[in-house]
């Protein structure tokens, strides 16, 4: 056995050393301060090899190209996705520059695992930060810059040059040329018209509509989708076999099918989709909704406005020019303001025709008039409707005071190829007021009124309205007139209605017999197989229906005496105005 001597006491020797030691100790009691205070070693921090930074750079790109096929963001400053995009492109590249560090502190360590110091040159994440720092302040102070309250000038400028001021009497849209449907009827119609497509109904459906003049006619254009990407695949070869066309006057369908199905639509996938066609065909293009057109031989396009900001780089939207596209081949063709053909009437949509005179209606006499004094200021009524005028669709709305919302003070009719805009002056009732007005006629009916059509009807500024069911389909229509919009004629057909509107005329005096007479009229003899009796507006109307005939003919009294002494059976020769269930009519 061995002892241990006080004497000759070895340290190293000592349990507790060896019990420290079993736990990260430093030693005894005699062990010095630098062994017991240093960190431990770091493990040393791997290299990127080349090989590495190449695969990095491979899946940057990789993502960021899918990023771009799906947004498909225009490669302009002047465009919003493009700011997002980069936005998204630079926070991705930060998160693929990230550094190993050690635990949050910072320190950057070197292949042997000490710390060394960071290089004080600028770095490609310090340049990243450095240029989404620069960017975000570019584009809050060009939005900041772009308010009304510093461009209130640039604002009211965008269509002033555009709005010529006419006379009331130099209106000239008639019944005799105006869609007699609205969008929601004539896609009711194509819908139906789509069933006899037997072979293909249940591989397309109804794109999205758009209103053209064809021949001086109103026409809504419908071309046909694909339902899903399973439809898609399975006629990708073939394409899209036809478009449908709808007379909005005559309210006859037509199914065209073509001799090579349309590749490009906004409904198909991957390359064939017309958005990113176009993208990749011009990259740095803002566009606007396209619409489907036809040429003068029936040929169908897409037409696409390419938008610009004229205030700034993020505001003032207006038109610069149209792309076309084929739908069968993909060819496309760029065409600036001044040389868009005739044949394409869809420049400039209804909406941003409106937005751009609400602009100038609210801050042409300066952005804190628009809102302390408001003088002069007025707004567009909520809505609007499309009239053929020549080979053009002009956009019709109202023009209100911002103070007032029962009344209009003026409208507007617009050329949505060219932007010519006519500006009317006249107080009348607005839209809306005139469209409660026609459905108080029918209200046992339950119809809703359409948005109306402004006609110059007699020299009198005349609401046209469809009256629809809860179906949606057309029952009757009304004619509300402007001025005076308690006066409101109805009929099933048109032509009754205006006949039944020219009769009311007559009755309150705003038009006179000689005026009527010279109205278009027909004869007609036969026997009385009905006659009843009705007071209106405290004059009492006859009503004669003869044998074989579907119509009845109203008398008044007091233009017709001997309609008091009628009798059914009685043989009579009439005077008649107009078509339809209840014709005004005068006895001869």
């Known amino acids: 056995m061995k002892f241990y001597q006080f004497g000759s006491f070895d340290p190293g020797n000592n349990p507790f050393n060896l019990f420290a030691s079993m736990f990260g100790g430093a030693g005894g009691q005699n062990a010095s301060q630098e062994e017991r205070t240093a960190p431990p070693t770091p493990p040393p921090r791997p290299r990127t090899t080349k090989k590495g930074k190449l695969l990095r750079l491979l899946v940057y790109l990789v993502v960021m190209g899918i990023v771009y096929y799906v947004t498909l963001p225009p490669i302009n400053l002047q465009a919003h996705p493009f700011w997002s995009f980069a936005a998204i492109a630079i926070v991705f590249a930060l998160a693929m520059l990230t550094t190993v560090s050690d635990g949050g502190s910072g320190n950057v360590f070197g292949p042997d695992g000490k710390p060394v110091q960071k290089p004080k040159k600028l770095t490609l994440r310090k340049g990243l930060l450095s240029l989404m720092a620069i960017g975000i302040v570019v584009y809050v102070i060009c939005s900041l810059l772009s308010s009304p309250i510093f461009q ?22 008639t019944i005799d040329n105006v869609p007699l449907l609205d969008r929601d009827s004539a896609t009711r119609l194509a819908n139906r018209t789509l069933g006899n497509l037997v072979d293909e109904v249940s591989q397309f459906e109804l794109g999205e509509s758009t209103q053209i003049t064809m021949a001086g006619a109103p026409v809504r254009v419908h071309p046909l989708g694909y339902v899903s990407i399973v439809k898609w695949f399975l006629n990708r070869n073939t394409g899209i076999p036809a478009y449908i066309t709808v007379d909005m006057k005559s309210q006859n369908t037509k199914i065209v099918r073509l001799e090579d199905g349309m590749r490009y639509s906004p409904s198909a996938f991957l390359n064939d989709r017309l958005e990113r066609h176009l993208r990749f065909a011009y990259p740095t293009a803002m566009f606007d909704d396209a619409s489907f057109e036809l040429d003068e031989d029936g040929n169908p396009y897409w037409v696409v406005p390419v938008l610009k900001h004229r205030i700034l780089l993020l505001a003032g939207t ?61 707004q567009t009524t909520d809505g609007y409707n499309y009239i053929p005028k020549d080979n053009d669709v002009y956009c019709y709305t ?64 005349t609401y046209t309205v469809a009256l629809k069911d809860a179906a949606g389909l057309v029952k009757m229509y009304g004619m509300v007139n402007m001025s005076q919009y308690q006066d409101v004629a109805t009929g099933k057909t048109i032509k009754e209605c205006l006949a039944n509107y020219r009769q009311l005329l007559i009755d309150d005096g705003i038009l006179s017999e000689e005026e009527v007479s010279a109205e278009e009229t027909q004869t007609v003899s036969g026997k009385i197989a009905d006659l009843r009796s009705a007071v209106r507006d405290g004059t009492t109307y006859y009503y004669i229906r003869l044998v074989d005939d579907g119509s009845y003919y109203a008398l008044s009294a007091s233009d017709n005496e001997a309609a008091v002494l009628l009798n059914i059976g009685d043989t009579v020769t009439l005077e008649v105005t107009g078509e339809g269930e209840i014709c005004p009519a005068k006895l001869k």
């Open 318 to 378: 207006d038109v610069k020019g149209v792309v076309t596209c084929n739908p069968v081949t993909g060819e496309t063709q760029y065409y600036p303001l001044g040389e868009i053909p005739d044949w394409i009437d869809n420049v400039y949509r209804a909406d941003l025709i409106v937005q751009q005179y609400d602009w100038y209606g609210r801050y042409h006499n300066g952005f804190w008039n628009s809102i302390i004094g408001q003088k002069g200021v007025v």
């Open 398 to 461: 109202g023009v209100t005071s911002v103070v007032s919302d029962e009344s209009n003070i003026a409208f507007i009719f617009s050329d949505m190829r060219t932007r010519e805009t006519d500006y009317y002056e006249i107080a009348g009732a607005e839209e809306y007021s005139a469209m409660e007005s026609a459905e108080g006629v029918v209200q046992h009916l339950n119809y809703q009124a359409t948005f109306p059509l402004l006609l110059e009807i007699e020299g009198q500024p």
């Open 152 to 173: 209130a000038k640039a604002y009211s400028s965008i269509i002033a040059d555009s709005i010529t001021v006419k006379d009331i009497s130099e209106y000239t849209p």
